[in-house]
């Protein structure tokens, strides 16, 4: 079974991010970037069924700007056979997202994909969803676990209020939750290794793929400073207060 | 309490910008070498360092190794740690290829090793002796005992300890009287060995101890010692374990500092004798010894580097986040953190500068150690041996004092909160104390550079640095802006010609009154070999700001640097150089009677 992981180069989780002066989005000009740890989770879920011998061979997809390309390099050391950078000079939204990776699907032929199941940088959460829908394949998000059964796949879902476990028909499109595994530490052999593996490089018209951005970003601000907090009385102040100045009750 | 954080952009910065991946980049067999292999490299590193390494470092110290009916039990997690360490393949970095080792150069080697110490210092020396033996038995040992150990060793499998010191042997290895008696293919070795590091644990399925001792007849002295392979569990001809041998660790050592790493006491030969075999020939171990020592000592210069950017960080974030007073001049208004005071932005200053120029120095000399070890002309692997055996006492020497001072400072800037342990700032200066002490003192350090490095070739090598250093200055007076940091080095660049020129000509006739100031001269070499390193740096931050090119924020930070260095320690070489070329006489006036 071949399976098909995306990752997506963002700002290291440890970088305290910055706004452009300009507001028109962040700061990543000489910023410490890594790969986004929910698509680490996907990665070490591919690796994983590879070693089970459930996945026969992993294809990591990125897309952005050239430097993904050691976000790809990242994947295989982890243990993915090979990579596609889908290569763009600006901002990618997840519409496009989605519909470079449908492309991509389209050539590989992939029995699973799996996916973080969000970007650290923008926390979308949709790019899976709508690839699912563009291929009109079955989709699985936030899960926890999966088990391959030949033609279909048990998964674990972590939804609000509990889990929810279902059985999806493959082809299908999973994304990963923080507890379907932890990822492995990269080991240096493998970093080795992995300059060595096949990477390609394609443009988005290549494979006729318009990403052009649907939505503007009108600008990017830093969220307001926590005010100091105050003492109540008891609970009849803090009812009024809630009720009163917060307005939330 | 800080944590870890790989300083990545200024190692990237040294490596790729100041010393120069490129050329290493391009000797005989760094072929797999290059900038996105050395971030991918260094990147995962820091993850392992941080994430795995620096999050044992305060609890090992509290916890301590210990001893119990003659075993050994590291701290929580360090077993742990350690198979993930091995699992990852770091123990194999710059191992040979042939034994399953990476063969990464030591420009690669170099800043990794600084993580592992930075993060957690006792733990790595147990990866570090090993790295020793491994050198050791793979210039000296037979090819049967590098099939038969190196693969292990290389792997992490087994560790590796160096087994000199005894209780009357200490500096003066002369005195060591550990025996070895012919025994058919091996020896039999009875002795005591003390402060052995990492001389025991179950963290590795086997140690292969490396211990000095005398065989029957031997000359007396340094020309009667010969170097012996001594497994804890003894190695079958199909490569499994086989019997206990003969060693075993009687007392740990109860110390100021690396608490976490066992400083092990050995007795060898209670029974019938530990079994050990001879590595290379009768009474040369000395020797094979110091083929990897010079290794090593530079490596523990690399220690001082590392405790002093651990120290840097954690009073950085302590004066980041500790109020205390308003700003100086200021009556009312907010209360500050403590690093809008100038006296403790100074520090962090001195802190920052000195960390700095240490790891340009050390990295600069990894590379030279690469050049010497890989070029393929001869002439220019002599020329780099020659500079990189004038070097190592440096690094050594120099960056684990400095190391001490900063750390120093780091309590400092956290006041009374400093000299409490709760706050972590003491940790780093005890775990520093060791690295002037250990493989060779300053003091051994600071003869070894004035003796063989200096004077027996009458300063040539020495006079060939400061040639370097004067090229740059050529580059300097061509900005106007580095003109104070070129003033600043000139001086420093005086001060050491005077005092190699005072101790080449001071040597042969009086080499106690070269040595009553060794060490003086070792730091004056150290601070003025760190200010050429920090005037290239400035060199180079100051054409890539002209160009508009890579990091502003990164290079203008590097250029007030190198000014503060400049200003603030740089100009220290002209007291040390006084002292060097008059402070001999009155070290020696009073007679030991007259103390």
Partial sequence: MKVLVTVKRVIDPYVKVRVKSDGSGVETANVKMTMNPFCEIAVEQAVRMKEAGVASEIVAVSIGVQQCQETLRTAMAMGADRGILVETAGEVQPLAVAKVLKAIVDKEQPKLVIMGKQAIDDDSNQSGQMLAALLGWPQAAFISSITVNGETADVTREIDGGLEKLTVRLPAVVTADLRLNEPRYVTLPNIMKAKKKPLEVMKPDALGVDIAPRLTILKVQEPPKRGAGVKVADVKELVAKLRNEAKVI | ?595
């Fill in chain 2, 1 to 595: 309490m800080s944590t870890y954080s790989a300083p990545l952009k200024d190692m990237q910065f040294a490596i790729k910008e100041l010393v120069g991946l490129d050329e290493v980049a391009a000797l005989p067999g760094c072929g797999e070498v290059s900038a996105g292999l050395v971030d991918a490299v260094l990147a995962e590193a820091a993850k392992f360092a941080q994430e795995v390494l620096d999050p044992l470092n305060r609890s090992g110290d509290r916890q301590g190794a210990r001893l119990a009916d003659g075993k050994v039990i590291v701290p929580d997690g360090f077993d742990k740690a350690y198979r993930q360490f091995i699992e990852a393949g770091w123990n194999g970095l710059s191992g040979q290829p042939e034994f399953g080792g990476q063969g990464l150069p030591h420009i690669v080697a170099m800043p990794v090793q600084e993580m592992w110490n930075s993060a957690n210092m006792a733990f790595c020396l147990c990866p570090m002796l090993t790295s020793g033996v491994l050198e050791a038995l793979h210039v000296h040992g037979t090819p049967q005992q590098q099939k038969t150990y190196l693969p292990r060793l290389t792997a992490g499998e087994w560790a590796g300890t160096m087994n000199l010191t005894e209780p009357q042997a200490g500096s003066d290895l002369s005195a060591v009287r550990t025996r070895a008696v012919p025994e058919g293919d091996h020896y039999r070795i009875h002795g005591t060995k003390i402060f052995i590091t990492w001389g025991e644990h179950d963290m590795a399925e086997n140690i292969i101890h490396l211990v000095l001792a005398r065989t029957p007849g031997a000359p007396e002295g340094v020309k009667g010692i010969s170097l012996f392979i001594v497994p804890k569990f003894l190695v079958n001809a199909d490569g499994s374990l086989g019997e206990r041998n003969d060693v075993r660790c009687v007392s740990l050592e109860h110390k100021l500092g690396i608490h976490a790493s066992p400083t092990c006491v050995l007795a060898y030969g209670d029974g019938k004798g530990a079994v050990g075999f001879l590595v290379g020939e009768e009474n040369r171990g000395l020797e094979y010894m110091f083929t990897m020592m010079n290794h090593a000592r530079l490596g523990v210069g690399m220690e001082g580097v590392a405790l002093a950017e651990r120290a840097y960080q954690h009073a950085l974030e302590y004066a980041k986040t500790r109020v205390q007073g308003r700003e100086i001049g200021q009556r009312s208004g907010d209360r500050v953190t403590i690093i809008h005071h100038p006296d403790v932005r100074r520090m962090l200053m001195s802190m920052k500068a000195q960390t700095e120029a240490m790891r340009a120095l050390a990295y600069f000399a990894a590379a030279v150690l690469d050049r010497a070890k890989r070029h393929p002309d001869e002439q220019e692997r002599r020329r780099h041996q020659a500079l990189i055996d004038l070097l190592t006492p440096i690094v050594k020497g120099w960056c684990t004092e400095q190391s001490v001072e900063v750390a120093t400072t780091g309590i400092q800037v956290h006041g009374g909160m400093g000299f409490v342990e709760e706050t972590g700032a003491a940790q780093f200066l005890r775990d520093a104390r060791i690295t002037t002490i250990y493989e060779g003192t300053t003091g051994i350090q600071a003869n070894d550079l004035i003796g063989r490095k200096v004077a027996f070739e009458q300063g040539a090598t020495a006079k060939a640095v400061i040639a370097a250093m004067r090229a740059v200055d050529g580059e300097l007076a061509k900005h106007a802006e580095l003109a104070a940091i070129r003033a600043s080095l000139t001086a420093g660049m005086r001060a050491v010609e005077e005092a190699t020129d005072w101790l080449v000509a001071t040597y042969p006739a009086d080499a106690k009154a070269a040595a009553a100031c060794a060490v003086p001269y070792l730091k004056l070499f150290g601070i003025v070999a760190g200010g050429w390193q920090m005037a290239r740096a400035a060199l180079i931050a100051q054409s890539r700001l002209e160009a508009k090119e890579g990091d502003a924020d990164f290079y203008r930070a590097k250029l007030v640097t190198a000014r503060f260095y400049a200003d603030h320690i740089l100009p220290q070489a002209a007291a040390l150089g006084h002292t060097v070329v008059n402070g001999a006489d009155s070290v020696l006036a009073l007679d030991p009677a007259g103390f």
